[in-house]
């Protein structure tokens, strides 16, 4: 089945600071989505991306499908983005539309 | 619009106990599937349904089944609980099958004593 990586495993910011958040994955796909997974377990919608680039204010997105990676940038990082930052993928050529995930990223964003 | 609503929201169980997990799917959406968070780690597909049927499982025992309803509501059941079912059961929601948007609902959370 497909892969996931997520770079880098953890990451401590200043409150402020800017990111970069990676996901490799290892075969073409037909779905992307980043979440954020808060304190109480629930998977928040980030982005839907399977290419290109998109942007929600503080945040944005960009996935290159054809070099099979994504990056989320968060920038002027707050308190209340700290947490898992998953990113899931649909294989293109999977016989069902599951999503695999990535390990997840912990950020950290400290006052 | 109410979104993916999950019940109940934490669970304690006995090993060997069987357990029911319910969802309800955002209106309009045909498509549900469950998925397993252990600790530290990302969600794990269990099953897939579309239109009522099954469309695909994940590396899971038989000991874990699923079934969706005609109002596309879903319920997982785990039989014969083991120590190691205890996880965060999390259900998902899209519109059609294919690799459209999936939305996630808060969650079980399941505890096996």
């Known amino acids: 089945g497909i892969q996931v990586e997520q770079s880098p495993p953890d990451l401590i910011l200043q409150e402020g600071a800017n990111s970069t958040l990676r996901c490799n994955f290892s075969?073409?796909?037909?779905?992307l989505q980043w979440f954020h997974q808060n304190p109480w377990g629930q998977l928040i919608n980030l982005f839907y991306i399977p290419s290109g680039t998109k942007q929600n204010g503080r945040l944005s997105a960009t996935t290159v499908a054809t070099e099979r990676y994504s990056l989320l940038y968060i920038s002027s990082s707050q308190t209340t983005d700290s947490g898992v930052y998953f990113c899931a993928v649909v294989q293109r050529t999977g016989a069902n539309s599951k999503l695999t995930f990535g390990k997840g990223i912990t950020l950290s964003v400290r006052p | 619009d109410a979104g993916v609503t999950q019940s109940p929201t934490h669970l304690i169980k006995t090993r060997g106990q069987q357990v029911t997990l319910r969802c309800s799917p955002i209106?309009?959406?045909?498509?549900v599937s469950w998925y397993q968070q252990v600790l530290g780690q990302g969600p794990q597909f269990i099953f897939q349904y579309y239109e009522k049927e099954e469309r695909g499982r994940g590396n899971f025992p038989d000991r874990f089944s699923a079934r969706q309803f005609p109002n596309y509501s879903s319920e997982l059941n785990v039989n014969a609980l083991l120590l190691g079912d205890s996880a965060l059961y999390l259900c998902?929601?899209?519109?059609?099958?294919?690799?459209?948007?999936?939305?996630f609902g808060q969650g079980t959370r399941l505890t096996v004593v």
């Open positions: 209106s309009g959406h045909k498509s």
């Open positions: 075969d073409s796909v037909n779905n």
């Open positions: 998902a929601s899209s519109l059609v099958q294919g690799g459209t948007e999936a939305f």
